[in-house]
């Protein structure tokens, strides 16, 4: 596992490097907050990422906030203080473990596994909202397919999505893509729906 550790403080670094190496890990880059350093970043292709902000400015949460947006990866960012509007916005980028007042050697183990876990499930729930975003999305252009058939050529709904699929299956496409063909068809006709 290739674990990048962003931080300008020379000693907090250290104490992340020596509980990552003590937990097995031995992949790891420290990579200071400066210059082109998220270009960096995405060419390191790292599989965590641990920020260690200290007690970061507006900017420089902002900054690092871009960084987690950019990268898509499990991210810990640990700080020495903390507020509500900070934690929002880490939460809202896609920090998967914010530690406050919490950077010990022994914690980071545990912490990088827990960013790693959040990060899948928040992975896997953004797939799924998809998927289930994309199922909605092609039902709507089949049931507006079926009621162009149900109108222009008197068929039941059963028959229309029978018809649907049969032009599918002999066309070798799905039945969303026919659907879509249909509507195109019947719009630039003038009989849309």
Do not use: C, W
């Not at 599989?47 to 950019?70: F, H, I, K, Q």
């Not at 079926?146 to 599918?168: H, P, V, W």
Request: without cysteine.
């Amino acid at each position: 596992m290739r674990i990048v550790i962003i931080d300008d403080s020379g000693l907090r670094a250290t104490v992340l490097e020596e509980g990552l190496r003590e937990a097995g890990y031995d992949d790891i880059h420290i990579v200071p907050p400066r210059g082109a350093f998220v270009a960096r970043l995405e060419r390191m292709a790292p599989d965590v990422v641990l920020m260690d902000l200290g007690s970061p400015s507006r900017d420089t949460l902002e900054e690092m906030l871009t960084v987690s947006r950019a990268l898509a990866r499990p991210i810990a960012m640990f700080v020495d203080q903390s507020d509500e509007a900070m934690i929002g916005a880490a939460i809202d980028a896609g920090v998967s473990a914010y530690v406050v007042d919490g950077l010990r050697k022994e914690r980071v183990k545990p912490v990088l596994e827990l960013a790693v876990r959040r990060f899948n499930t928040f992975s896997r729930m953004q797939s799924e909202l998809e998927e289930a975003r994309t199922a909605l999305a092609d039902r709507k252009v089949v049931d507006r397919a079926k009621s162009i058939l149900m109108n222009q050529r008197g068929l039941s709904e059963q028959d229309a999505y029978n018809l649907l699929r049969t032009s599918a299956m002999n066309q070798g496409k799905k039945i969303v893509d026919v659907a879509q063909a249909l509507i195109t068809a019947s719009d630039l006709l003038g009989g849309g729906l």
